[in-house]
């Protein structure tokens, strides 16, 4: 049909918001006589509300106009209402039945503006449609994956008048939904999914371990029954970028039945059940679902202490969360001994991780590790702790040749197991990490020969990592916890970028081969990062700038979202930065100004040595 642009880019307008605090509840109604042409302000939909407060969408009133309908229906994507009935009602019958807003949630900086293309007379005729714009933010997929996404946003809205009522309703809209930055802040939450790392991340590390918990972040509505929605979601199986490396001890299958809503009881005991594709699981494979829930539901509230799994009438078994580590290995619940750094004369020092907890002064002294790598037998600029704290690597002071060594008294320490032809410091070996299962990471950053190398047992000839993907050279890498994932900051063209790709093991010939596939930005608003640790299951902390900006350091997720909470405390002239994934272990920093320095949670920076660097957990 033929348009014509009428009132310019009409922007998003303010409903009218009736809060019944005593409920705990905010109902939406759409402007009465809202203007059909003209520019609009743009607000946000919803204004911030407490947390706790429900928010639902009035229903659109009789003989609304389309640009009242097309307000109503934009703010009822914000509200709270589990399946979006009332949103449904601003649509005719048809729409409704093939909407489906489940499939995504395109995140908009300031939401959806919205233009309108008029034929004709709005009193005579039929037939309004809107375009809705803006610029995009991030995408959340039918899975709940969340990934950062940039562009322009533009998607048409139809509207008629039904012949029947006489009301005008959206006939033709875009699957899924669209909602504004603040609303998707205050609407949804990031939890951590769990499974299991699969043979596909190390085939070599052996049946008889402790399998390792990886933890694959979602997003789910914060107040819809965000735990029936979690188990929907683990029960559903990893997302997309993390399947081939984990697996679920959950049967192909496995579901809720219909219409569940789980909610622990007042010992904070939670009973899931499970259809009958679970019913004939053995115990240690039950144990292992259990684990999976315990994991993915301990930042959930109301909080869950125990999961008793059954299938029908039948009990398949429960699960304490103090008995689940025993089950699964998780990055978080490993706590250091010690932290790790190099003092004034390029040795390997350590002190007690958690020392310091409740002073406001550091008054630990740092010991030399045992071994030859405490005793300086070698200048080192930087070092690696394997995370059974029995051995560590360490680069020497001209960046050439990469040590390991025993921490153990009396340990030798023998040849580099490395070395690299770079022809200066800054093109050749980056500081090194330690996964899972005690092989040792490193770049080579010869301009003449890049390359990502592991050592398995930190010993023996190099394997040459595989990296397709990679645009740039690494600047530096850590290897996470879980032992299927790798940070990576990536230099190109004066920028530095942090990507998080998988790690996949395959057979080539008679010789395994490591790959490192679908590396992503976590971070795609900083042009420089100088720094980053893991800190966390998905989550890292990361020093570095905007274009143009002054350094900043800041809690990012794997996905490339913003995790709730704080950023660290600002700290001058950082070069350096280490974490844990045990949260509740300090946040340690190398300043050119003051050192090694440490933060414990809701606390300041506190000195630790001012002859110091290269501050590392095991790792």
């Known amino acids: ?75 009822a994507l914000t509200s709270d209402d589990p399946q979006y009935e009332t949103a449904r009602q601003y649509l005719t019958d048809n729409a409704a039945r093939n909407w489906r807003p489940e499939l995504s949630t395109t995140v908009l900086a300031n939401g959806p503006d919205t233009a309108t293309d008029l034929t004709g007379d709005v009193e005579d005729d039929d037939d309004y449609s809107f375009t809705l714009t803006g610029t995009k933010i991030a995408l959340v997929d039918a899975q709940q994956s969340y990934a950062p996404a940039d562009g322009q946003y533009s998607r048409q809205v139809r509207l008629i008048r039904e012949k029947k009522s006489e009301q005008w309703r959206i006939d033709g809209l875009p699957q899924g939904i669209v909602i504004g930055e603040s609303d998707f802040q205050r609407n949804y939450m990031s939890v951590n999914k769990y499974y299991f790392a699969s043979n596909a991340a190390d085939p ?45 001890s959950f049967p192909t299958g496995t579901a809720l039945p219909k219409g569940a809503v789980l909610t622990p009881d007042e010992q904070n005991r939670l009973t899931v059940p499970l259809n009958g594709k679970a019913a004939r699981v053995g115990s240690a494979k039950c144990n292992e679902m259990a684990a999976q829930l315990l994991f993915t539901l301990q930042n959930l509230t109301p909080a869950v202490d125990e999961v008793e799994l059954r299938a029908g009438d039948r009990k398949l078994c429960e699960l304490r969360e103090d008995r689940a580590s025993a089950v699964a290995a998780v990055g978080s619940a490993r706590h250091a001994d010690y932290l ?26 740092p010991e030399a590790v045992p071994g030859a790598l405490g005793e300086g037998v070698a200048s080192l600029r930087s070092a690696a702790v394997a995370r059974d704290e029995h051995t560590a690597a360490g680069v020497g002071l001209d960046g050439k040749a990469l040590y390991v060594g025993s921490l153990a008294s009396g340990g030798s320490l023998g040849d580099p197991v490395l070395l690299s032809a770079g022809k200066t410091e800054a093109d050749r070996l980056t500081a090194p990490s330690w996964d899972a299962h005690g092989n040792l990471w490193v770049a080579d950053r010869d301009p003449g020969n890049p390359r990502l190398l592991m050592l398995r047992d930190g010993k023996g000839e190099p394997l040459q990592v595989r990296t397709p993907s990679l645009d740039g ?124 320095v440490r933060m414990e949670s809701g606390t300041q920076w506190q000195k630790v040595v001012k002859e110091g660097a290269a501050p590392v957990y095991p790792g």
């Open 340 to 365: 790790y750094f190099l003092d004034g004369k390029h040795r390997l020092v350590r002190i007690p991780a958690d020392s310091g907890a409740t002073s406001t002064t550091s008054t630990t002294s």
């Open 473 to 596: 050279r690494i600047k530096s890498l850590r290897v996470a916890a879980d032992g299927v994932r790798i940070a990576l900051v990536v230099e190109k063209d004066d920028e530095q970028s942090l990507l998080v790709g998988r790690i996949e093991w395959e057979r080539v010939g008679e010789q395994r081969a490591v790959w490192i596939r679908e590396l992503r930005s976590a971070t795609p608003e900083l042009s420089e990062v100088t720094a980053m640790s893991w800190a966390g299951d998905s989550r890292l902390v990361v020093v570095g700038r905007e274009e143009d900006g002054v350094q900043q350091m800041r809690y990012v997720q794997v996905d490339g979202s913003v995790p709730e909470g704080p950023a660290p405390d600002a700290l001058t002239g950082v070069r350096e930065i280490a974490a844990s994934e045990d949260e509740r272990l300090p946040l340690v920093a190398f300043s050119s100004e003051d050192g090694i």
């Open 1 to 75: 049909m033929g348009t014509e642009r009428a009132g310019g880019a009409a922007r998003r307008a303010p409903g009218r918001a009736l809060a019944y605090a005593a409920c705990g509840v905010v109902l939406l109604a759409g402007c009465a006589s809202m203007p059909d042409h003209g520019d609009l302000r743009d607000v946000e939909s919803t204004p911030r509300q407490d947390t706790q407060v429900r928010v639902f969408a009035m229903p659109p009133r009789e003989d609304a106009e389309p640009s009242e309908i097309m307000q109503g229906f934009l703010e």
């Open 204 to 248: 070599e590390a052996g049946t008889g371990a402790q399998p390792a918990a990886v933890a694959d972040p979602v997003y789910v509505r914060r107040r819809v029954a965000p735990m029936t929605h979690v188990v929907h979601s683990l029960l559903n199986g990893p997302t997309n970028w993390l399947g081939d490396v984990v697996r679920s």
